[in-house]
């Protein structure tokens, strides 16, 4: 009787454990299913903006990070979540020029740290509600509560950006879109 008590409890404790790890393959931290890869120099431009999204003692600022060319020189754009401040980076240095970068699905990504001690964040700047419910790459997310969460024009959706992308108003659904980002000081690098 004891052998069968304590196969039983070995098969619930499986069950229990395979359930827990299939509940976070299905909420993965980091997305794969659109591309982005990007990697910056932030000591090789004068970018003082971008600086101030990645310092880790200055959590809750981030920059939206977009690249397209502005009179036929490659450009990042970088805008704060502040609404006032924003500066354009022409990229010269054959490296750079050379490299290619996707930046997720609609080419512009939120990058900062959270105010909430959460780490470093890189988030896509598209809905991921309403690519899935309507394949819409065309609605991106704007600031909203003094840039501190993401608003969508389509759905209403508020995001927000220090407690890791989760809704805070609207329907529910899905959270932002993630990237993995590291910053060494020097070098920033967004990819999945």
Same mark, same amino acid.
């Given at each position: 009787?004891?052998?069968?008590?304590?196969?039983?409890?070995?098969?619930?404790?499986?069950?229990?454990?395979?359930?827990?790890?299939?509940?976070? /393959?299905?909420?993965?931290?980091? +997305?794969?299913?659109?591309?982005?890869?990007?990697?910056?120099?932030?000591?090789?431009?004068?970018?003082?903006?971008?600086?101030?999204?990645?310092?880790?003692? @200055?959590?809750?600022?981030?920059?939206?990070?977009?690249?397209?060319?502005? *009179?036929?020189?490659?450009?990042?754009?970088?805008?704060? +979540?502040?609404?006032?401040?924003? /500066?354009?980076?022409?990229?010269?240095?054959?490296?750079?020029?050379?490299?290619?970068?996707?930046?997720?699905?609609?080419?512009?990504?939120?990058?900062?740290?959270?105010?909430?001690?959460?780490?470093?964040?890189?988030?896509?700047?598209?809905?991921?509600?309403?690519?899935?419910?309507?394949?819409?790459?065309?609605?991106?997310?704007?600031?909203?509560?003094?840039?501190?969460?993401?608003?969508?024009?389509?759905?209403?959706?508020?995001?927000?950006?220090?407690?890791?992308?989760?809704?805070?108003?609207?329907?529910? *659904?899905?959270?932002?879109?993630?990237?993995? @980002?590291?910053?060494? *000081?020097?070098?920033?690098?967004?990819?999945?």
């Amino acid at each position: 009787m004891l052998k069968i008590v304590l196969f039983l409890k070995a098969v619930i404790l499986s069950a229990a454990v395979t359930l827990l790890l299939s509940g976070c /393959e299905a909420d993965n931290e980091y +997305n794969i299913s659109y591309q982005c890869r990007f990697t910056f120099d932030t000591q090789l431009h004068n970018t003082t903006l971008l600086r101030n999204a990645l310092n880790p003692m @200055a959590p809750g600022i981030y920059a939206l990070v977009s690249c397209a060319p502005v *009179g036929g020189v490659r450009t990042v754009h970088v805008e704060l +979540n502040d609404g006032k401040n924003a /500066e354009d980076i022409a990229i010269t240095t054959a490296r750079e020029n050379y490299t290619t970068w996707v930046l997720g699905t609609n080419n512009a990504i939120i990058v900062g740290y959270s105010s909430l001690g959460n780490g470093l964040y890189a988030f896509d700047r598209q809905c991921p509600n309403c690519i899935a419910d309507y394949n819409l790459y065309k609605y991106p997310l704007v600031w909203a509560n003094n840039g501190q969460w993401l608003q969508c024009g389509k759905c209403h959706r508020k995001y927000d950006l220090n407690n890791n992308g989760y809704i805070v108003e609207g329907d529910k *659904g899905s959270k932002l879109i993630r990237y993995r @980002a590291n910053y060494d *000081g020097a070098m920033l690098s967004v990819f999945n």
